[in-house]
């Protein structure tokens, strides 16, 4: 029963990453392949205020998501201006970049020694520490994150959103600062990122820069054109299936040696066919661009 709380657990802290990139490709069409770097920011930012200052897990939280968010500023605003492959590839680059500062800052981050003993939540000094409770703290977070997403893209805020991915052209015709829209989409896509980050540091109780690779964003990015792009609801169908999945291959009793290269052959043939038959994702409205 403990397993499967565990992959409770981690399934919905994936859908908040999924949910917050797909604000970002699936809603504003934007080609972005660097989530993880947030991702890992909010986890390292979380855990060293823990380790290093004694704060609450909850003042890492915010502050993880907000520095987060900043970088989001920091990246997106020389960025957003920069089309198709070209923000792909800076995207990529933050990636790459926040990836090397956690592997190589050794008298920060302890590099791939990683940093242990990361102390979990607590509410009114009661510590978090059955998985189920801690799986209700996550459903929390991902009823928080659907419903300001849903808020925002019901918005006009989230009209203008769409108006950018279908003709960005005609929307600065009409007036509309695409530039400032697009980083704001940057930012808020960082921040939930940023949560997730700090929310899985806190429940696994250690982190190495191994869990935040560039494999790992397209992991992410993955879940959303799987599930379907500019699709609350298939933000949740992508992270589900493609959480459980590999989890499957565990029952085969193949060694974590084959296991790992099987999980990428089976996510690539997954795509290749999704790609051919509906390049939506199952639920989607969007193509992938």
Known sequence: MEYILH???????????????????GFTGL????HAAFFCIGAYISSLLALNYGLSPWIGLLTGACISAITGIAIGYPSVRLKGDY???????????????????VSLTRGP???????GFSIFGIQISEIW????LVLVFVVITVFVINRIVDSPFGRILRSIREDEIASKAL??????????????????????GSLYAHYITFIDPSSFTVMESITILLMVIFGGMGKISG?????????VLPELLRFLGMPSSIAAPMRQ?????????????????IMGVYKFK
Request: aromatic content about 10%; proline content about 4%.
């Open 31 to 34: 080609p972005a392949l660097g």
């Open 113 to 119: 020694m990683g940093l242990p003993g990361i102390p």
């Open 265 to 281: 052959m089976i996510y690539g043939l997954l795509l290749v066919i999704l790609m051919l038959k509906r390049p939506q994702g």
């Open 175 to 196: 007036g509309k600062n695409t530039t400032k829209y697009k980083l704001l989409v940057f930012i808020i896509g960082a921040f939930f990122a940023g949560i997730a």
């Open 87 to 105: 923000l792909a590839l800076a995207t990529f680059g933050l990636g790459v970049i926040v990836y090397s500062v956690a592997k190589n800052w």
């Open 235 to 243: 933000s949740f169908v992508g992270a589900v299936i493609l959480v």
């Open 7 to 25: 992959i409770l657990v981690i399934t919905g802290i994936y859908i908040i990453l999924t949910l917050s990139l797909n604000l970002i490709v």
């Open 133 to 136: 409770s801690y799986l209700l």
